[in-house]
């Protein structure tokens, strides 16, 4: 189960109501290829930001009633009306993706997790829409797992991402442990490293327990589901653990293995979190 935040997306999955799928991966077809636009090929930094634009002006359109969209956009404007789904969210990944042309380092934990905000949590957001539990504290708890997620996935791909010239680790963090954002893979920084990714995957587990009780207030396959996911993460974090923080030599994935561990820990998951559920939240 890897942790990124689309790749994640349930498409295609037996949990997933069958009415439910094309509507799914409608929205995962915007996100994945606007995502690639930000992401893969050659394309200059100007290219892949006309082409984000182009996205929002489709958007645009859809939110003015047009009827003649290319196919990806004509499948995304029947969910906006089969659901009345708003488009926010899918600007907000807009958003996301043209900050990820160019910007490569975030000052703060704060600016992070508002990077967060729009990269990971409007998926989250359109899930509950789509199965009509978006209440208030089911769209903060989904938050918070969204979140936790992506800064899951940025602890595991360290390595990927500076190869790509982004750091993805705050760069208060990085000061707090003296670690020059030129040096993290310097032999020298490896007992300060250690105790960086220490704090920060500390920090993305209790960030991602404290929107848990998510996944035991949802009912049946969109529950189950949840649990799992939340419990590849951890168990992804777990890993991170497991290879004493070397995200440079050893990258954390799960291994067929994993998955079983990762089933009985979401059949356990109720008893296992029931001392964490605080009234209100259950």
Not at 48 to 69: F, K, N, P, V
Not at 126 to 143: F, I, Q
Not at 151 to 168: C, G, S, T
Not at 205 to 213: C, H, I, T, V
Request: hydrophobic content about 45%; some cysteine.
């Amino acid at each position: 189960m890897p942790v990124d935040h689309y790749e994640n997306f349930p498409v295609a999955s037996i949990l997933l109501p069958k009415r439910l799928r094309p509507a799914v991966e409608a929205i995962y077809a915007f996100a994945r290829s606007a995502d690639d636009l930000a992401d893969e090929g050659d394309a200059t930094p100007e290219q892949r930001l006309t082409a984000l634009t182009a996205y929002e002006a489709a958007l645009d359109r859809i939110g003015q009633g047009a009827t003649d969209h290319a196919p990806m956009f004509e499948r995304l404007a029947q969910v906006v009306r089969e659901y009345e789904m708003p488009l926010r969210p899918l600007y907000d990944l807009l958003s996301a993706f043209k900050q990820d042309v160019t910007v490569s380092r975030y000052a703060s934990y704060e600016a992070l997790l508002d990077y967060c905000a729009r990269s990971a949590n409007p998926v989250g957001y359109m899930m509950l829409h789509l199965y009509g539990a978006a209440d208030e504290d089911n769209v903060r708890d989904s938050d918070a797992i969204c979140s936790a997620l992506q800064i899951i996935n940025f602890l595991q791909d360290v390595a990927i991402d500076l190869h790509k010239e982004r750091i993805y680790i705050p760069l208060e963090d990085l000061n707090r442990y003296a670690i020059s954002p030129a040096a993290l893979e310097h032999p020298s920084a490896r007992a300060r490293w250690r105790s960086l990714m220490r704090f920060e995957v500390d920090r993305a587990r209790d960030l991602m327990l404290s929107g848990a009780p998510l996944a035991l207030r949802l009912p049946g396959r969109i529950g189950f589901e949840l649990r799992l996911v939340v419990q590849g993460g951890l168990r992804i974090l777990d890993a991170i653990e497991k290879v004493e923080y070397d995200v440079f030599l050893h990258r954390p994935k799960l291994a067929r293995r994993d998955w079983w561990a990762i089933l009985w820990a979401a059949v356990r998951m109720k008893k296992r979190m029931r001392g964490l559920l605080k009234p209100g939240r259950a």
